[in-house]
């Protein structure tokens, strides 16, 4: 994994930022697309960048460089680590938060980054903790920098990564950071009807959500996004107990955000701010040319005996121990 960049050819990468990376090569690539002063105010990372990939200079000019570029560039011209994470269980108002906090002009918000998840997912590939743990601070070091002075670099993750907390805690050890969650039945319902990644059988390691690898392939889908959920909230509250976490209950939404979310993370907001913020949640968080309309009691409603059986059975007490923390 050594790909040691030139310290007299690596480019000025002012304005430029490292936006995927490429793990399908023999070595793994960085693309640096110039984003000048563009803002991550879409609903996810990959929204923003599309949109800048379509400019005719980011059609026609880019960086694909070694990932060591990473740690070259932030030897040059280092950044801030990150201000905050957002971890979450999935469709509990993850996306609502970080929209209300990219309203803030003074802040950069990532939500869901892929090169992020390259990162963390290196360690298929041979590489130590201890290089994802550098490549790690040395990504968030070039995303942090200010194009618009901002002053903090907040990322919101994928439910996933809640797995990977141990080794970003070791990355960013002074990064406060939440765990969001929402009644499972809530969750389930969601997830049935329209199942995220990781909820799909193959796409998260079933060493890691305790399942037997024979058991995934007949298991019904219910079950196992059950299983999957389960595993993530179980992570998340351990986390909460041992690293330093938050939780944060999706009911307390959108008022927790300046209740409990903005003090936890340091942020002192002025009336402005909260007005801006406040704006945000009229919208559907992630398609917001539509009006938001609160969806729990639907959601509940809609729920099977054979959800509600096994939120009972497996959700249900993590649900009831994270409430407690809360």
Not at 201 to 215: A, E, F, Y
Not at 267 to 278: G, V
């Amino acid at each position: 994994m050594d790909g040691k960049v030139d310290r007299m050819s690596l480019p000025d990468l002012k304005g430029w930022l490292p936006v995927s990376i490429s793990r399908h090569t023999s070595e793994p690539v960085v693309d640096w697309c110039r984003m000048g002063k563009r803002r991550f105010r879409e609903s996810f990372f990959d929204h923003t960048v599309q949109t800048a990939m379509q400019e005719p200079f980011s059609l026609l000019f880019r960086h694909q460089l070694p990932l060591d570029s990473l740690i070259e560039w932030q030897e040059r011209s280092p950044g801030p680590a990150p201000s905050g994470f957002i971890f979450h269980m999935s469709r509990c108002g993850s996306t609502l938060v970080s929209q209300m906090l990219a309203a803030l002009p003074g802040h950069i918000v990532l939500s869901e980054p892929p090169p992020l998840d390259a990162l963390l997912r290196m360690d298929r590939r041979g590489a130590s903790d201890e290089q994802r743990i550098a490549w790690l601070r040395a990504w968030a070091s070039a995303m942090g920098q200010p194009r618009n002075g901002e002053h903090s670099l907040l990322v919101k993750l994928d439910a996933w990564h809640v797995f990977d907390l141990p080794l970003l805690r070791r990355a960013f050890p002074d990064t406060p950071w939440i765990f969001l969650y929402r009644n499972p039945v809530e969750v389930m319902v969601s997830a049935i009807g329209n199942p995220g990644m990781h909820l799909v059988p193959g796409m998260v390691d079933v060493t890691t959500l305790g399942i037997d690898q024979g058991q995934v392939l007949q298991m019904p889908q219910a079950e196992y996004i059950a299983r999957v959920l389960a595993a993530v909230m179980r992570a998340g509250l351990e986390g909460v107990v041992s690293l330093g976490g938050k939780a944060i209950d999706y009911e307390t939404l959108p008022e927790g955000v300046f209740s409990s979310i903005a003090p936890h993370f340091g942020l002192s907001l002025s009336r402005e701010e909260i007005e801006a913020m406040q704006a945000i949640t009229a919208y559907h968080a992630k398609t917001p040319s539509f009006n938001f309309e609160p969806d729990s009691e639907t959601k509940r409603r809609a729920a099977g005996e054979d959800v509600v059986a096994l939120c009972a059975a497996l959700l249900d007490p993590l649900y009831e121990q994270l409430r407690r923390l809360s």
